[in-house]
């Protein structure tokens, strides 16, 4: 993992040189002082990533503040990858046609067009509706509504009035069971707390309540503040733990990746009743094959992948996830990855969508 980030970074400083000695090429004709100017102001867009993570914590900073400088920040990243990609291309057309001109200002405008539609397809999440049928018997019911979401990444990404608009979208479907396939929180607690974020959790209703898993974030943000903080909410956190609902379903949580120590899938399914409906939440989309080995588990909801958040690093997640993304059914088992209702850094979906997902479950009749 540290020669991931390792070639990330090295990657992400030697594009942004890259971007930086063409503009300056396509200005050339501009005075020292605005040279100046734009070396300055594309440095600092280009660092401000790094300030935005060092200082995530920080109570100091306000949260308008925090959240713009984090915006831009981070939706540095993206811009860094379109205006690299344009530019190889229009770079490669000049090989070809010497009196190609305009590269830059063709891949700035081309960069831009897609980060505004990015940024307008993630502000308008999809509702994805999935049925499924479950031959075992529920108690007095044989229809559910489940309304499943994962990676709503809560920090200085998103804001207040975001999540309130979030909230009323789920409410909106009118779930029995709202299911939370990990990171509700992104890098820190701190800016969640401060915007009393718990106001808008409180008001998701499901009439047989709402249930979540910890992801990999909860972990980077510190688990035992996390699970502290979810105690001010109705979210019922299923950390390597079973619940049994009235209706007979039993939602296992299975606690994440991150731990080491968590228990294997195995052992979990011996705490539950086979021959009743099981539904498997695990933030991370790893050993399905072992999940549907079981034989017991028939509905498992994952996330994590953000389906890649942009393209082409869809084509990324796709190599290294069994599934990265969607439905399919393997044996009696019904597997779904999400793509998330929310993004980590960015704020864009180019190729990719946020959404929830609404699986209308018919069950077999006595």
């Known amino acids: 993992m540290p020669a991931f980030f390792i070639l990330l970074l090295t990657s992400y400083l030697l594009g942004n040189i890259y971007i930086f000695v063409r503009g300056l090429q396509a200005f050339g004709h501009i005075s020292i002082v605005a040279k100046w100017i734009f070396s300055l102001s594309y440095w600092i867009g280009a660092l401000l990533l790094f300030l935005t993570f060092a200082f995530r914590g920080f109570r100091q900073i306000p949260f308008s503040l925090g959240h713009t400088l984090f915006q831009i920040g981070a939706g540095w990243l993206v811009f860094t990858l379109y205006m690299v990609i344009f530019l190889a291309c229009t770079d490669l057309t000049k090989v070809f046609n010497s009196s190609f001109k305009h590269g830059f200002t063709i891949s700035v405008i081309l960069t831009f067009s897609l980060l505004i539609y990015g940024y307008i397809r993630y502000q308008h999440p999809d509702k994805q509706v999935i049925n499924i049928v479950v031959n075992k018997q529920l108690t007095n019911l044989n229809k559910l509504k489940i309304v499943a979401i994962s990676d709503w990444h809560l920090g200085l990404g998103i804001t207040k009035k975001k999540l309130k608009k979030d909230v009323d979208f789920i409410n909106a479907q009118k779930p029995d069971i709202i299911l939370i396939g990990g990171d509700l929180i992104d890098n820190s607690i701190t800016p969640v707390i401060d915007q009393e974020m718990e106001k808008e959790l409180n008001r998701l209703h499901a009439t047989m309540g709402i249930y979540m898993v910890p992801g990999n974030h909860e972990y980077i943000s510190g688990i035992e503040t996390c699970i502290d903080y979810l105690r001010k909410t109705q979210i019922k956190l299923l950390k390597d733990s079973v619940v049994t609902l009235p209706c007979g379903v039993q939602i296992i949580g299975r606690d994440d990746k991150s731990n080491s120590n968590r228990l294997p899938v195995n052992d979990l399914v011996k705490l539950v009743n086979k021959s009743q409906p099981v539904i498997l939440i695990d933030h991370q989309p790893y050993g399905l094959d072992e999940v549907e080995a079981t034989g017991a588990v028939d509905l498992q909801f994952s996330g994590h992948t953000h389906d890649g958040q942009v ?24 597997f779904y990855v999400s793509s998330g209702l929310s993004l980590w850094g960015p704020p864009f979906r180019i190729g990719t969508c946020s959404e929830i997902v609404v699986f209308e479950c018919s069950f077999a009749e006595k």
């Open 311 to 334: 393209f082409p690093l869809s084509l990324l997640t796709g190599y290294m996830f069994d599934i990265s993304y969607g439905y399919q059914k393997r044996g009696n088992t019904n």
